[in-house]
């Protein structure tokens, strides 16, 4: 079990660019989980999907944030027009949710984005 | 809603000496509660859950007991070792269909040999 692979693990960009990150979760998991992670806000909860489908974006900005789960081996963070202060670190994490009691969250490496 | 609220850090102790990392929540639902552990270049990785309440979870020599009457759940080690350095986040998940989880913000340990 290779655990939840990100990619890339950094990326730098130019203010104004588009960054995606990748984000592969563990077989057979049915959540995936996006964070993001600084030294002054800590980890902050994105966005997750439930079998593909979007269930929460509360900590999305609402521009120039999306995320999306096309299959369930690969979902995607991008970011338009990023900006110096979307530098952070990019978590993803996947669970096995079932039942009716939560499960524990496997997260990636991260990804390291650096806005210049 | 959800809330947790964990002690500030840095936390810098020496080696050999007790930790205890306060962590208390907010909630209206039945919680399951998790400890964290993330050290330097990746992920948080999990240390320890307890799904119930008056449960005690234990992991590396990290224990923490799930109070419900206090709503509490202290993450206590008796002996830190100079490779416990990492942040510590404590989180609670919910019940039933909101898997939205909720994190404090960490708890930076530094441990000196």
């Known amino acids: 079990n290779a655990g939840v692979i990100q990619t890339p693990r950094h990326k730098v960009t130019g203010k104004g660019q588009e960054a995606t990150l990748w984000c592969e979760p563990i077989?057979?998991?049915?959540?995936v989980f996006w964070y993001r992670q600084t030294i002054v806000q800590g980890l902050e909860f994105l966005t997750y999907?439930?079998?593909?489908?979007?269930?929460?974006d509360s900590g999305m900005p609402k521009e120039r944030f999306s995320a999306q789960m096309p299959n369930q081996s690969h979902s995607t963070l991008k970011i338009q027009s990023t900006q110096p202060q979307d530098s952070a670190v990019y978590l993803c994490?996947?669970?096995?949710?079932?039942?009716?009691?939560?499960?524990?969250?496997?997260f990636g490496p991260g990804t390291r984005l650096t806005v210049l | 809603g959800d809330s947790v609220t964990q002690t500030e850090g840095p936390v810098t102790l020496s080696e050999g000496t007790s930790l205890t990392v306060n962590c208390s929540y907010e909630?209206?639902?039945?919680?399951?509660l998790f400890w964290y552990v993330q050290y330097p270049g990746e992920g948080p990785q999990l240390l320890f859950k307890?799904?119930?309440?008056?449960e005690k979870g234990s992991n590396r020599g990290f224990e923490a007991t799930y109070n419900k009457e206090a709503t509490s759940f202290h993450l206590q080690k008796a002996s830190v070792q100079e490779s416990d350095s990492a942040v510590y986040y404590c989180?609670?998940?919910?019940?039933?269909?909101?898997?939205?989880?909720?994190f404090g913000k960490g708890t930076s340990l530094v441990v000196h040999p």
């Open positions: 994490a996947s669970s096995p949710l079932g039942g009716y009691n939560y499960a524990e969250q496997f």
């Open positions: 077989s057979g998991h049915s959540a």
């Open positions: 999907f439930r079998n593909q489908a979007p269930i929460d």
């Open positions: 909630t209206k639902q039945y919680p399951t």
């Open positions: 307890v799904p119930k309440a008056n």
């Open positions: 989180a609670l998940g919910g019940r039933g269909g909101n898997y939205k989880p909720t």
